[in-house]
Nanobody, 115 residues
Framework: QVRLVESGGGLVQPGGSLRLSCAASRSIFSMGWYRQAPGKQRELVAT???????NYADSVKGRFTISRDNAKNTVDLQMNSLKPEDTAVYYC????????????WGQGTQVTVSS
């Protein structure tokens, strides 16, 4: 079992920045961030493996940066140039090597981009 605890959501104006953090109770192959806006399906934002391989949604490339500290079992998401369409509940997810979707989820943190 892996417990994921997120922090860092909030309200920010368009063009602003936020940083999300997720701490895992133990090491796991891949960690990442997903988001779910009202009325929409949960979608991948960015993932990173223990070796540093990253994957980003096209909608966030160039604006968001995912990073990982393997010694602390943490993953951060630096979000810059935020847009209203980035508003969603952001979830930390973690999975084993051959899983197609996260095996574990955090509780979610709200990110609202609004003036």
């Amino acid at each position: 079992q892996v417990r994921l605890v997120e922090s860092g959501g909030g309200l920010v104006q368009p063009g602003g920045s936020l940083r999300l953090s997720c701490a895992a109770s133990r090491s796991i192959f891949s960690m990442g961030w997903y988001r779910q806006a009202p009325g929409k399906q949960r979608e991948l934002v960015a993932t990173i493996t223990g070796s540093g391989s990253t994957n980003y949604a096209d909608s966030v490339k160039g604006r968001f940066t995912i990073s990982r500290d393997n010694a602390k079992n943490t993953v951060d998401l630096q979000m810059n140039s935020l847009k209203p369409e980035d508003t969603a509940v952001y979830y930390c997810g973690a999975k084993f090597p051959f899983s197609s979707a996260p095996d574990y989820w955090g509780q979610g943190t709200q990110v609202t981009v609004s003036s």
